[in-house]
């Protein structure tokens, strides 16, 4: 059974960082490019960046870009968001999602809520 | 990047009846890569359909899409009690990815 447990989520200060992490299984995490989304509160949801399964290949969305840092540990099954200069729009649930390229976003797992206030 | 509206903003139907939900993008999905995906409040979402037409593992035969280009169609034929919920379409053939704002379907 395919399980993605997130983490790492919490209440940090504008400007701070915070790193999420996402424990995959149940399948070849090396085999699959791993995505990250966010949704604020009562929002819609919004992409924020991918990685290729060998983590040779990164994208961004534009409101990220510079800011967060997404990586991947093959021998931890583990995917990352590193996330610094957190702004209050940032605040929201991010989940991650295994990302098959002709298949959309197919699994996702439950979400982590990053909270920006002073 | 590619801009997708989805209408109604909100849909009041009863159970048993026929929902038709629209995605409309900015500008033509390449290799009809769109997706819908349905969420329920506090869950993640769930993937019902990609590539346009084709259904999710485990989705039942209800749900249907349909469209290409920049027009596109989630049906769901007779709606039961636990299809009430959100309804995103997504892109995924050009960077940056983006989703629609979603469709909520309600009971009326």
């Known amino acids: 059974e395919v399980q993605l447990v997130g983490s790492g989520g919490g209440l940090v200060q504008p400007g701070g960082s915070l790193r999420l992490s996402c424990a995959a299984s149940?399948?070849?995490?090396?085999?699959?490019?791993m995505t990250w989304v966010r949704q604020a509160p009562g929002k819609g949801l919004e992409w924020v960046s991918h990685?290729?399964?060998?983590?040779?290949?990164?994208e961004y969305a534009d409101s990220v870009k510079g800011r967060f840092t997404i990586s991947r540990d093959n021998s931890k099954n583990t995917l990352y968001l590193q996330m610094n200069s957190l702004r209050a729009e940032d605040t929201a649930v991010y989940y991650c999602a295994i990302y098959t390229y002709g298949n959309g976003f197919d699994y996702w797992g439950q979400g982590t809520l990053v909270t920006v206030s002073s | 990047e590619i801009v997708l509206t989805q209408s109604p903003g909100t849909l009041s139907l009863s159970p048993g009846e026929r929902a038709t939900l629209s995605c409309r993008a900015g500008q033509s999905v390449s290799s009809s890569y769109l997706a819908w995906y349905q969420q329920k409040p506090g869950q993640a979402p769930r993937l019902l359909i990609y590539?346009?037409?084709s259904r999710a593992t485990g989705i039942p035969d209800r749900f249907s899409g349909s469209g290409s280009g920049t027009d596109f169609t989630l049906t769901i034929s007779r709606l039961e009690p636990e299809d009430f919920a959100v309804y995103y379409c997504q892109q995924y053939g050009s960077s940056p990815l983006t989703f629609g704002g979603g469709t909520k379907v309600e009971i009326k």
């Open positions: 590539g346009a037409s």
């Open positions: 149940g399948f070849t995490f090396s085999s699959y490019a």
């Open positions: 990685i290729s399964g060998s983590g040779g290949t990164i």
